[in-house]
């Protein structure tokens, strides 16, 4: 019977089905039923001689394709769980046959674990210091609502802070935020009975809680400061209420020697910005150039930070019109709170995190390494196993789960090693690098630890089933072509080499550098000598509670000083406003006499600083020219002393001996100051940046209400310490001194690079003592197997020596191999460490080539052993062993 | 003959889509597209077997010997015609008639604990 011609639609829909089903059914299942399974399709495709239409066909594709899916699935699971009735019972005793080869192999085992363990160990707690420090949210309400404002200054191109009446303009006129705080945080004395506590104070409106969302945990907050007092109460933190007995609402309490009244406790917690144990009322300063502020805002709904930053960056703009000169080319910055607050710790944590990274697949290559090594001795076994039918897919399985097994162990062993670095990590950072995050292994982490482990697993595994299973299939087919199965793992071993090679020499590159850099800021002279010098911050208030004046901080001064001096044993004693190592800074704008007289924001930029005399032989900083400060300039015409940088500056080419200066307006009522000596430099502006100028002026002379008393003397001497406090204290009622701190505990030699510098290093060994070791391992196998070889060639009387200038001049080709790419590599990534340098290139040809000479003589010396090893062996028992 | 019930008692309960096939190769060997409208018709258009549903089940009942490649094509005729046909072997009318009995004790506890019909008395 004739039939009518198939529409192409159809045709189309059966050759497409045909091509389908051998991707959705595993071959053994296909073997004789795909063309009838083909047929099928064709006849309910044309059911009954009346082809389907196109929405005919197409419900029949949507069924045709679920049932693809599902049960060609099924198949497939059903052909890599073997034969057995459910899918997963194999599970159970794949697991327990991997289990029992491996505790069987306990050395292979304990090596493979604990290579593991280090891996996933140090990628755990790298992770758990990124998650706490750059994951977990804010713990405020709606933490991601939250951003930070800043001033942003063009010419600069930095943040600058902001002054009250800045951010009250801001605050009124701005639309997509529904709250905004000025805040600023400095060092206070709190005092309560007999101790006097040294703790960070935030100084804010009342609106900051209304912007964060937090309420006390008792009492209230206190109410908005009244215009230019400060308000006297205070709300502490839980950590101080806990520690200092008595601090309830309605508690007083001395702060920087001026009473204050609590109104409520925080909830634990919370001490924002970070480390906060009290918030005062902010001062409305109502001085625009009077700066020092921060802010946080929290976005009005359906706002976003950069609709945010455009709005605030048109109100700047305005303000720069309304007042000509203080905003020039100045922007609003709003970014959000938690980047604004890691902004320094992210790029050395990410930098971490990808070292660690590299240390695991160090690790995972070394236990395939060591894997791939067992399994070549276990050649036979796999052969019987083969020969009692095991199939190739349950081989692999087996090998697999051996890698799974062996993953899981080593990350078991590795959570509480991991737990132990993070701390350790948290505890070395450098204070407020971290924010004060408490580290700790919370399900994120674990979760995190799991993938890790998986990946493992999968790394180090997947290779060696591989190859196993590729191997068993050589055995099924009786393959005599040993040879270049051999080959083919000798090429695998020298890949294997030169991979890890290659990325130890890029961790060790990196880590080079770095340390590098560390010396490199070692060297870099800080402008004065901390020695033995120690510091006592004190802050001076009025008794009644107001600003102290300038006079009655001069008088305080001085008599401190001469009460110091006269304590037996010590040796120098002087003041300063900022000292050497940063605090209070002041730095305002200074116009050269005789200059042309430039627009405001134009003129240099300088840092104005108050000293006693005998102040920079207390603490080391060279008089270059003229003299220094005496008791005599308190009075008389207005002196100071300069730094060179600011001497240079304004005077290029002329002596600054002489020569006059003022902060304000070049107008008849300046008040000019005469240069009567240069001073060396201070680093004042960061270790690695150029020094600020600098003009030193007598106490009294300005407006510096802070005061560090600098002391050096003979420590040694029983009850010095105390007695130096009393000097200070008995100098004036209500004065607080909180503690005598060794200067050289202030200076930060690039604490943050340092921090990155360790970690990198550690992790660099890490890799370094692990590449060797897989060197080590896979060369000296190779060599193993050739002891025979070797064994005969010294027996018919070759030298050793000549054998074993072969055998490493064999294992040193995969190793030069990994040298080159690994400093291609690091040359590449270069990039990632850029910023963390200081003197020295991200490609410095030095580094690059001592480190590959290190790596290569390693290898060598990796290769070396075991060949000498062999060729020593009585050649007698070698050839009888085999 | 322990060892014959044993074996039909192995194979209880059997799916669904076993227990069409079998009910469609009772009367009649069928290759798959036969015993997939047959369902389709005793049902009434409810179950639909697809292919691989379908072609599963059968290589699960070649395996245990309830069903096996017909030896003899039921119509000399459609020789060459490339189908395969099916056909229920003796193993697999017992299991058949072994699953009905059982079900056929479950309807019976149903109705005595008067779950068959909820709406009724």
Redesign the interface.
């Known amino acids: 019977m004739s039939r009518a011609p198939t529409p192409l639609r159809i045709r189309l829909s059966v050759a497409l089905y045909r091509r389908l089903l051998r991707v959705a059914f595993p071959p053994s299942f296909l073997e004789g039923r795909s063309q009838e399974m083909v047929e099928m399709f064709r006849d309910r495709a044309t059911g009954g001689g009346r082809p389907r239409g196109a929405p005919g066909l197409a419900s029949l594709w949507v069924r045709t394709l679920a049932d693809l899916a599902r049960h060609g699935g099924a198949e497939w699971m059903g052909e890599l769980t073997g034969p057995g009735p459910a899918p997963f019972s194999g599970l159970g005793s794949d697991v327990r046959q991997a289990a029992r080869a491996l505790v069987a192999d306990r050395s292979f085992t304990a090596v493979a674990v604990a290579t593991l363990a280090l891996g996933v160990g140090a990628n755990t707690a790298v992770f758990s210091v990124v998650d706490a420090t750059l994951l977990r949210p804010l713990p405020y309400p709606e933490p991601d609502r939250l951003v930070a404002v800043s001033r942003w200054d063009g010419p600069s191109a930095a943040r600058a802070s902001f002054s009250y009446p800045d951010v009250a303009d801001l605050a009124t006129a701005q639309s997509t935020l529904e709250g905004l705080a000025p805040y600023s945080e400095r060092w206070v004395t709190v005092q309560a009975g007999e101790v006097d506590l040294s703790l960070k104070a935030t100084a804010a409106p009342p609106e900051l809680f209304r912007v964060l969302r937090v309420a006390p945990a008792s009492g209230r907050v206190y109410d908005e400061a009244p215009p230019e007092r400060p308000g006297l109460f205070a709300v502490v933190s839980a950590r101080v209420a806990a520690s200092l007995p008595g601090l309830a609402p309605g508690a007083a309490v001395r702060i920087d020697g001026t009473t204050h009244t609590v109104t409520g406790v925080m909830p634990s917690g919370f001490d924002f910005p970070d480390g906060t144990g009290l918030w005062i009322p902010l001062e409305r300063d109502s001085q625009r150039n009077s700066h020092g502020l921060a802010a946080v805002g929290r976005l009005a709904p359906g706002a976003t930070a950069a609709r945010a930053e455009g709005d605030l960056s048109r109100i700047v703009q305005a303000l720069e019109e309304r007042y000509p000169g203080r905003y020039v080319q100045n922007r609003a910055r709003v970014e959000p709170l938690r980047e604004y607050f890691t902004e320094t710790a992210r790029p050395i944590l990410l930098l971490l995190l990808g070292t660690v990274a590299v240390v695991l697949v160090i690790a995972c290559v070394n236990v395939t390494a060591l894997t791939l090594v067992r399994a070549a001795a276990r050649r036979d076994d796999l052969h019987v196993r083969v020969a009692l039918g095991a199939s190739r897919a349950r081989i692999g399985r087996l090998a697999l789960m051996e890698s799974v097994l062996v993953a899981a162990a080593g990350a078991f062993v590795g959570l509480p090693v991991a737990a132990w670095a993070a701390r350790a990590l948290a505890a070395l950072a450098p204070a407020g690098f971290l924010r004060d995050q408490p580290v700790r292994l919370d399900p994120r982490v674990l979760g995190f630890t799991l993938l890790v482990a998986a990946g493992a697993a999968v790394l180090a595994g997947l290779l060696p089933a591989l190859c196993a299973a590729r191997t068993a299939s050589l055995a099924a087919t009786a393959s005599r072509s040993r040879v270049s199965h051999d080959r083919r793992t000798g090429l695998l071993r020298s890949g294997l080499v030169a991979g890890e090679v290659a990325l130890a020499v890029m961790l060790l590159a990196g880590a080079g550098l770095l340390a590098r850099t560390l010396v490199n800021l070692q060297r870099v002279p800080l402008g004065y000598e901390p020695g033995t010098v120690r510091a006592m911050p004190v802050a001076v208030r009025d008794p009644g509670g107001g600003e102290a004046s300038n006079a009655d901080v001069a008088i305080f001064v001085n008599r401190a000083r001469e009460r110091l001096l006269g304590v037996p044993g010590v040796t120098a004693a002087a003041a300063v406003f900022t000292p050497p190592t940063g605090g209070i800074i002041w730095r305002t704008r200074v116009h050269a006499e005789g200059a042309p007289v430039q627009p405001r924001p134009d003129r240099y930029l300088a840092q104005f600083n108050a000293a006693t005399a005998g102040y920079f032989e207390a603490v080391g900083i060279p008089l270059v020219r003229g003299r220094a400060l005496v008791d005599g300039d308190r009075e008389g015409t207005m002196v100071g002393v300069v730094s060179e940088t600011f001497a240079r500056t304004l005077w290029p080419d002329q002596e600054a001996l002489g020569r006059r200066f003022t902060n304000g307006e070049p107008d008849q009522d300046a008040t000019w100051v005469t240069v009567v000596g240069v001073v060396g430099d201070v680093r004042n502006d960061g270790l690695t940046d150029e020094p600020v100028g600098e003009a030193y002026l007598p106490y009294g002379r300005g407006p510096f209400a802070n005061v560090t008393f600098i002391v050096d003397g003979n420590w040694d001497l029983p009850g010095l310490t105390a007695n130096v406090r009393e000097a200070v204290r008995g100098a004036q009622d209500g004065v607080a001194v909180p503690a005598v701190v060794p200067l050289s505990q202030w200076v930060d030699r690039g604490g943050r690079t340092r921090f990155g510098a360790l970690l990198v290093g550690i992790f660099a060994g890490l890799a370094l003592l692990l590449a060797t070791v897989g060197v080590y391992g896979l060369v000296g196998y190779a060599v193993a197997r050739r002891r025979r070889e070797l064994g005969l060639r010294v027996a018919l009387g070759a030298r050793p020596a000549g054998l074993v200038r072969i055998a490493v001049r064999e294992g040193l080709g995969p190793a030069t191999l990994g040298s080159v790419v690994g400093i291609a590599l690091a040359l590449a990534g270069g990039r990632a460490i850029e910023h963390l340098l200081y003197g020295i290139d991200a490609t410095d040809p030095l580094t690059m080539a001592s480190v590959a000479l290190l790596l290569l003589c390693v290898a060598a010396a990796a290769t070396a052993a075991p060949a000498a090893r062999a060729t020593r062996a009585d050649p007698m028992a070698v050839l009888r062993s085999e | 003959m322990s060892d014959a019930s044993d074996t039909v008692e192995s194979a209880l309960p059997l799916s669904w889509v076993e227990f069409h096939v079998l009910l469609a190769l009772a009367s009649e060997p069928l290759?798959?597209?036969g015993i997939?409208l047959d369902t389709e018709e005793r049902t009434g258009g409810r179950v639909?077997l697809?292919?691989?549903?379908?072609?599963?089940a059968l290589?699960r009942m070649q395996e245990r010997g309830m069903v096996e490649r017909a030896e003899r094509l039921p119509e000399p005729a459609l020789e060459n015609e490339?189908?395969?046909y099916y056909c229920i072997t003796e193993l697999g009318r017992r299991v058949a008639a072994a699953e009905t009995r059982r079900m056929e004790e479950l309807v019976e506890m149903s109705h005595a604990r008067r779950l068959a019909d909820p709406e009724g008395a």
Do not use: D, I, S
């Open positions: 290759h798959g597209y997939m639909t697809e292919p691989g549903n379908l072609y599963r290589k490339r189908r395969r």
